[in-house]
């Protein structure tokens, strides 16, 4: 991962296969910053975002590329 906490995060979320734009926008606004989101229990980003791309969101696949 990146030395730099904030950008690795923000590129965890926009290289997460089924976030598109317009989903980060919308945890952006329910949670506020990147970190907080990642940090989010992931029932709560399930109201927001479909189950592959929550679980995508912690695969290793995205984790290598970040």
Do not use: C
């Not at 991962?1 to 995060?9: E, I, K, Q, T, Y």
């Not at 296969?17 to 990147?34: K, V």
């Amino acid at each position: 991962m990146s030395s730099d906490p904030g950008l690795a995060s923000w590129l965890q979320l926009t290289l997460t296969p089924g976030l598109g734009a317009a989903t980060i926008r919308q945890l952006l606004s329910q949670f506020g910053l990147p970190e907080k989101i990642l940090g989010a229990k992931r029932s709560e980003l399930a109201r927001h975002a479909g189950a592959q791309a929550i679980q995508a969101l912690d695969s290793e696949a995205v984790g290598k590329a970040v």
